[in-house]
């Protein structure tokens, strides 16, 4: 197992914000630097312990979908090497591949998230309702059945600590504009489909996910934070795949359902996990990226 970063302390620069995962760092009046950590946050709760060498994992994912998006959308790693902005060699070795050097942006008011399975919030909605956020489904359809086609069900981005909530397309289309608004939804949607086929191919179901996007000074709209991730999105193995019931996954939803099986209230501080929970969370993680980036 390798070591794990619970928390990162970088002595040549000033400490922006510590979120659930990531450290950011101000390194000019146009860049940032973001640390994702081991840690790992399950009902918007930071666990105790960290995860060994997730925040690599989750790094080198993210930065594989980067690339592949890139012919859609400009994204926020801004190409500037570590060691630029790192000087100090042992800090760097200790970040190893968690860090990377990013375009300061405005983030946008909203997580898109999407969804091609119906799972979680999403199948608890549609018992209660019929639909998922709003959007009318077919009748019967079962615990992670396979979608008709994929859905845009976006929702506010909470602080940490709060919790996020479900909104409508129109709520999005106030807090941004009916044209950023739509580009954020059919974008979002477009790289899900994509990225979703690929992962298929390759042994994984992306079930489903959440982008996030910010603008620049001119107002071109970019892709940042994470994508297509383990801890954004829901990852089944293909071959295990059966509707009806949950299906075993790739990501974090392994811990989710660890913890509901014990008697805790979902609120601050998170119990401890046991340490086969923690080294098969591990493995886990690992086995999403080689299947993924091989």
């Not at 080198?60 to 890139?70: G, L, Q």
């Not at 591949?97 to 946008?108: C, F, G, N, S, T």
């Not at 990225?195 to 996910?209: K, Q, V, W």
Request: with cysteine; net charge negative; charged share 30%.
């Amino acid at each position: 197992m390798p070591d794990a970063l619970f928390e990162s302390s970088l002595s040549g620069l000033s400490l922006r914000t510590r979120g659930k995962v990531r450290d950011i760092y101000d390194v000019d009046d146009d860049h940032m630097l973001i640390v994702t950590t081991d840690r790992l946050s399950a009902f918007d709760v930071v666990l105790p312990q960290p995860i060994p060498g997730k925040g690599e994992v989750l790094t080198r994912v993210a930065n594989f979908w980067f690339e592949r998006t890139r012919k859609l959308l400009p994204n926020h790693l801004a190409g500037i090497p570590l060691e630029q902005v790192v000087g100090d060699a042992a800090e760097r070795d200790r970040l190893g591949d968690r860090a990377i050097v990013v375009k300061r942006l405005q983030p946008l008011p909203v997580e898109a998230i999407v969804r091609g399975y119906l799972i979680g919030s999403g199948w608890k909605d549609y018992q209660r309702t019929g639909g998922v956020c709003g959007i009318a489904l077919p009748p019967g359809l079962r615990l992670a059945d396979k979608l008709p086609e994929a859905i845009y069900t976006p929702s506010t981005k909470a602080a940490i600590g709060e919790h996020d909530e479900n909104i409508d397309f129109a709520a999005t289309e106030k807090r941004l504009g009916a044209e950023l608004a739509a580009r954020v939804r059919d974008l979002s949607l477009q790289i899900y489909t994509e990225a979703a086929a690929y992962a298929l191919e390759r042994g994984i179901i992306i079930a489903d996910t959440k982008f996030e996007f910010g603008l620049d000074d001119a107002g071109v709209l970019h892709l940042i934070d994470e994508v297509l991730t383990p801890d954004s999105s829901r990852f089944w193995p293909a071959d295990q795949y059966q509707p009806g019931v949950s299906p075993p996954s790739f990501d974090k939803q392994f811990v989710r359902d660890y913890l509901e099986t014990l008697d805790w209230d979902k609120t601050p501080p998170g119990p401890e996990l046991p340490e086969e929970i923690i080294t098969r969370t591990a493995e886990k993680y690992a086995e999403a990226e080689r299947l993924l980036t091989r």
